[in-house]
């Protein structure tokens, strides 16, 4: 699944709130933010439960721990999990990315300086170059590598012998992976989205850290916004904070919260102005739809592309828009959501009264 939603970036793309990708402001205090063992990471009790067991074994053993892949959205906490690893594991880690590995040799050098039980976390793991990837495959089996000398014919194959280390690779597109890279890797932790109740404990959490007073309903507003994701609830908490200070006493309550994301354009789901444009357009413009997608990009103000990886994903998750083969519709829900009624119950809904705003979609029911 594409996960890389900010790739296509149009007018109401840009700089969303809601965006599950860092921004340079997430990046100035995620790392204050990060839990620093498993025992404080929120959630995600079967990726933790199974981490703990493979963790804990290795240690038993004294011995290094198997590799780990790590995938899911943006925002989820591979990358905090990673460094949780080497922590649990009392290890260093050092930290790198695919599109940093431009060459093998980037990577050579980078493997053969690591120590014995060493963590390497490689981010966006499927976006390392092909010869890099060949590398790894050797380095993560055999902990070996071939250092290639000189050029062309002349050219000699140097092995080297590597300590033992951890691989953690991290990827938001599981998909994109050869099957002979993922086979290397000895644990696979996917991770879900999570729960309202999860993301309250995250912001709880968090506010503690941040000095912010807010109360049990004001942390549930903002997680019921954050759309699954941590890094949104944290960066809704500290928009909802200033508000907090400059428009009340400081204290975060469930008004407050409701009040400064209205001013933020985010929804009582989540959804921010770019979804509800996409969603407004389908219902008063197409009656729900089908309607094809450039019809729809086209009525929005926006790019094909903005449409279907900024603003689909999101809604089809939440179960608002549908993608068929005659084209994208409104569910039930998206009418209750913006509190229309669809056409056909209005005009012919023989035999069934009123009920507006029930989420009886006529064009669903039988
Ligand atoms: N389980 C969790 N408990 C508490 N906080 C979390 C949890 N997961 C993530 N966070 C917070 O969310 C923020 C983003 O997490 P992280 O950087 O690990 O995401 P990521 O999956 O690596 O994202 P990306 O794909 O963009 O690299 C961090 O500030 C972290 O503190
Ligand atoms: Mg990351």
């Known amino acids: ?33 990060r839990p620093k063992d498993l025992g404080e990471f929120v959630g995600q009790e079967r990726v933790r439960e199974q981490l703990d067991l493979v963790l804990r074994a290795a240690r038993a053993r004294g011995a290094t721990a198997d590799h780990v892949l790590l995938s899911g959205a943006p925002g989820l906490g591979k990358t905090t999990l990673s460094m949780i690893i080497a922590a649990e594991m009392g290890a260093p880690i050092r930290i790198t990315s695919g599109p940093a590995i431009q060459h093998a040799g980037d990577l050579a050098a980078i493997l053969s300086s690591l120590t014995e039980g060493e963590v390497l976390f490689l981010d966006e793991i499927h976006r390392m170059s092909r010869p890099a990837e060949e590398m790894l495959y050797m380095a993560m089996e055999d902990f070996r590598v071939d250092v290639v000398v000189g050029k062309g014919p002349g050219a000699t194959a140097i092995p080297l012998e590597l300590p033992p280390f951890t691989l953690v690779g991290a990827t938001t597109r599981a998909g994109l992976l050869p099957p002979p890279l993922r086979d290397r890797f000895g644990f696979t932790g996917h991770m879900e989205f999570y729960a309202p109740a999860e993301l309250q404990r995250v912001i709880h959490r968090s506010a503690g850290l941040l000095d912010v007073a807010i109360d049990e309903e004001g942390a549930a507003e903002i997680a019921g916004r954050s759309r699954g994701t941590p890094r949104i609830a944290n960066r809704l908490l500290r928009r909802v904070r200033d508000y907090a200070q400059v428009k009340a006493d400081g204290l975060i309550t469930r008004e407050i919260a409701a009040r400064a994301l209205q ?3 985010v929804d009582g789901r989540g959804l921010d102005r770019l979804d509800r ?90």
């Open 277 to 366: 444009a996409v969603l407004t357009a389908l219902l008063k413009l197409f009656g729900g739809g089908p309607v094809g997608l450039s019809t729809l990009a086209v009525a929005v103000g926006e790019e094909r592309e903005t449409v279907e990886e900024v603003a689909e994903p999101f809604l089809v998750r939440e179960g608002l828009l549908a993608r068929t083969p005659r084209g994208r519709i409104a569910t039930p829900a998206a009418w209750d959501h913006l509190g229309m009624v669809p056409p056909q119950q209005v005009t012919g809904g023989a035999g069934r009264a009123g009920g507006a705003g029930g989420g009886q979609g006529g064009l669903f029911t039988e």
């Open 263 to 265: 001013v933020y354009e």
């Open 1 to 33: 699944m594409n996960w890389d939603e900010d790739s296509a970036a149009g007018p109401m793309a840009a700089d969303r709130v809601v965006s599950g990708t860092a921004d340079g402001d997430d990046h100035a205090v995620e790392a204050a933010l």
